[in-house]
């Protein structure tokens, strides 16, 4: 993931792989499932989002950073993945980590839900929205939430 901000064309890929593009492309999907524009793109969403949940950075610093052009560019990939704008996001998930992590170093869990967190249930992170919830055969899934 060092490499996110540079060009990484499927010619430039095949070349560091020793292969030529075609055979590349093909057994890179076979082991992704994805193609290769696909893969970068994500790759470079998902630290992205990362640097917006950890980071004070402009958004065409990350634009950058992650190896889109512009940050035009990074808001209208952002956007069409996610349904929102980088900054939003930020606002979003930056905001509800320091709550989260705020409550976690409180002894007593009905001070959490008290008028200190303004009854506003935790956001964790990203990654519990945009990940599938495990299913237990014991629970059922809207149990497995709380």
Avoid at 61 to 84: D, H, K, M, P, W
Avoid at 108 to 124: F, I, M
């Amino acid at each position: 993931m060092e490499h996110l901000a540079e060009p990484l064309s499927v010619g430039a890929l095949a070349g560091a792989a020793h292969m030529s593009r075609r055979t590349f492309s093909r057994r890179f999907r076979e082991a992704t499932g994805t193609t290769v524009s696909k893969w970068v793109a994500n790759a470079r969403l998902a630290r992205a989002q990362q640097l917006l949940e950890t980071t004070e950075l402009p958004v065409e610093r990350i634009a950058t950073e992650v190896g889109f052009r512009t940050a035009l560019s990074l808001r209208q990939n952002f956007s069409e993945q996610f349904g929102t704008t980088p900054t939003e996001y930020r606002r979003n998930f930056s905001a509800g980590l320091r709550v989260s992590l705020s409550w976690a170093d409180q002894e007593d869990p009905n001070v959490r839900y008290g008028s200190q967190a303004a009854d506003v249930p935790p956001v964790l992170s990203s990654t519990a929205i945009w990940s599938p919830i495990p299913q237990s055969k014991e629970i059922g899934r809207e149990e497995a939430l709380f």
